[in-house]
């Protein structure tokens, strides 16, 4: 077998059943295996998935094992030559996998792969290419100084924005949404280390990739990420975690600056902790005193291009949910260029929608790169589940 997929699952059973959805297309004529492994959701998310995809392999765990520990489940029963980690909140673009594989089998000394990862808006995340966050490279990152000079090696080298996005690139740092690695390798140097609950783990593994030997790589194939509630970096619970992960990487790999390090490192957690908690008190007084009685997305406008088919089923299922959209019939043939050039400023928040049975992904991943506007993002009509999939809802 050549690959095998593996998904760690917690609470988002729709957005992985897009996910796998994008995944049977991409791997058309690639002998591979998707392993799902559950974190003790309490959705029904194994339930609801087995009935759709009955061939998909499940691990339920019976607690939230954390990303990592569940991530080497799945690992260990792989049987692919390669392992593709995966994260359930992404859409694979048709070409994607065959092209990664295609790459790792031409670079035999590659330790782990990457994909341009795009956001829901048509930007490029920079988690797509990122360096080893050694102490003075945090530094940079933490204090701002990558933003003020984005092309430096030296203070831009957390992000790596020196790089061009359209060219293969050997890189730092791999992405744990989007992680490709031949089997044997990652058992030699050993697999994710259980050390990180979730954030840092990935970096943790790319950088013993390199320590031994390896190289890891960018290759400008997509995806598009959406990033959920545990991504937003203004929470108060993701600078616990993420900013904790870091001090587990500096305390494991530079252990003789860790000493002084410990002192910023705790002082940055509690700053930004800070910060997050006071912003989230303060959204909820306003939002108390009755100044945020309108739903954030009351004024979202959405524009649904859809099949002939799947008119009236769009048109009820937007009825049914009373949203204000837009319905046109459309298809690859008809509007070749996709969403480019007509979507304007026509609300203060615009979910251009595309029915995923006569869109390609790769196709819409090429009209948001035309066009990124942080007004505009992208969700999928599936007419085999009649339901719409934005970053931030689910109509249904």
């Given amino acids: 077998m050549k690959l095998s997929v593996i998904i760690v699952n917690y609470n988002v059973k729709f957005y992985l059943a897009q996910c796998i959805h994008s995944l049977e297309k991409a791997l058309c004529g690639v002998e591979a295996e998707i392993i799902v492994v559950d974190n003790h959701s309490r959705d029904n998310s194994v339930e609801y998935l087995k009935k759709i995809y009955p061939n998909v392999h499940y691990i339920e765990n019976e607690h939230n094992d954390g990303f990592a520990k569940a991530n080497n489940k799945g690992i260990r029963l792989a049987k692919g030559d390669y392992v593709l980690l995966l994260n359930p909140d992404t859409i694979v673009g048709e070409q994607t996998i ?14 782990t792969l990457g994909v341009k990862m795009l956001n829901a808006d048509g930007t490029y995340a920079m988690e797509s290419r990122r360096g080893v966050p050694t102490p003075m490279t945090a530094l940079y990152k933490f204090t701002g100084l990558w933003k003020r000079y984005p092309n430096s090696r030296k203070f831009a080298r957390y992000y790596m924005n020196y790089l061009s996005w359209d060219e293969p690139h050997r890189i730092d740092i791999v992405s744990g949404a989007f992680c490709m690695v031949k089997r044997e ?9 259980e050390d990180y609950f979730m954030y840092g783990e990935d970096i943790d593994l790319s950088y013993r990739m390199q320590k031994a030997g390896y190289t890891n790589w960018y290759l400008p194939v997509e995806i598009l990420h959406y990033k959920g509630e545990s991504t937003q970096k203004t ?56 100044f945020f009685c309108q739903h954030k997305e009351k004024n979202a406008k959405y524009i649904i291009y859809c099949s002939k088919h ?26 070749p260029q996709g969403h480019t050039g007509e979507v304007g400023q026509k609300a203060s928040e615009v979910y251009v929608v595309y029915d995923a049975s006569v869109f390609a992904y ?14 505009v993002k992208i969700g999928f009509y599936h007419p085999e589940q009649n339901m719409i999939i934005t970053p931030n809802e689910i109509l249904r």
């Fill in 185 to 193: 390798v990652i058992m030699k140097v050993g697999l994710l280390d």
């Fill in 362 to 375: 790769r196709h819409v991943f090429a009209f948001m790169q035309k066009q990124p506007q942080p007004h």
């Fill in 310 to 335: 799947n008119l009236a089923k769009c048109n009820e299922l937007i009825n049914n949910n009373g949203i204000s959209a837009e319905v046109v019939e459309a298809s690859e043939d008809t509007m």
């Fill in 235 to 290: 929470s108060f619970r993701y600078v616990h975690v993420f900013y904790g992960a870091m001090f587990i990487f500096f305390r494991k790999h530079f252990a003789s600056a860790s000493h002084w390090l410990s002192i910023p490192v705790h002082i940055a957690i509690f700053s930004k902790a800070t910060l997050a908690l006071f912003n989230n008190v303060r959204k909820g007084i306003i939002k108390s005193l009755g």
């Fill in 98 to 111: 065959a092209r990664a594989v295609n790459f790792l089998d031409m670079h035999s000394g590659s330790g």
